[in-house]
């Protein structure tokens, strides 16, 4: 069984794949696919500082997040060209990874991917888990936790398709506006969920 996990940005999304691995699943992370792809040396990487120049890199030659997170926020067609360079190869990689977990024997295999809507075909998945947060409790944790300045954080967020939207396409949604324990309580229900399913497969 292949699930797509994904919640958009600060919703908790990160935090029911930690507890999805604890209760046994082979998990498939998107967010590490990308950083594997962006080391200096890679095609992915060459080609993003072919487009966007030596302006995003560190002087290690490192990809310089925070710059070329700027640049793709202010300029849809930069956020558009990056995407055309990123997606499909780690749609690909990621493709080699389910298919190395299933032939490890995981029985549910959960691709954490944020940008689920926006980047794939929620269709390919078995079921879709979708982690939820108010947008002004999202806001203030970019803010807080992960220290972008407001107006990063709000373009962050409008850049991502709104929430509502993907509740109505998924088949399990995990609220996470409470504390912890209410978080991994409603993970819980979920995941006995998954796996009655895929018992029954």
């Known amino acids: 069984m292949i699930v797509g996990l994904t919640g958009n940005v600060a919703a908790g999304k990160s935090t029911v794949s930690a507890l999805f691995r604890g209760w046994g699943a082979g998990i498939v992370d998107a967010d590490q696919v990308v950083r594997d792809l962006q080391r200096p040396g890679t095609e992915v990487h060459r080609r993003i500082v072919e487009r966007f120049g030596q302006a995003i890199l560190t002087p290690g030659g490192e990809l310089d997040r925070p710059a070329l997170r700027r640049m793709i926020l202010e300029d849809t067609k930069a956020r558009s060209d990056l995407n055309a360079i990123v997606h499909p190869a780690v749609r690909q990689q990621r493709d080699i990874l389910v298919a190395a977990a299933r032939a490890a024997g995981a ?55 709104p929430s509502d939207a993907k509740r109505k396409q998924s088949d399990f949604v995990i609220d996470n506006d409470g504390d912890r324990a209410q978080l991994e309580r409603h993970a819980r229900d979920v995941w006995l969920e998954l796996e009655a399913r895929a018992a029954a497969a």
């Open 107 to 161: 029985r549910i295999i959960v691709a954490d991917i944020p940008l689920l809507f926006e980047a794939a075909d929620p269709k390919e998945f078995d079921a879709v888990v979708l982690v939820d947060a108010p947008e002004a409790t999202r806001l203030q944790r970019l803010v807080t936790m992960r220290g972008l300045p407001s107006e990063d954080a709000r373009r962050l967020i409008d850049a991502q398709l």
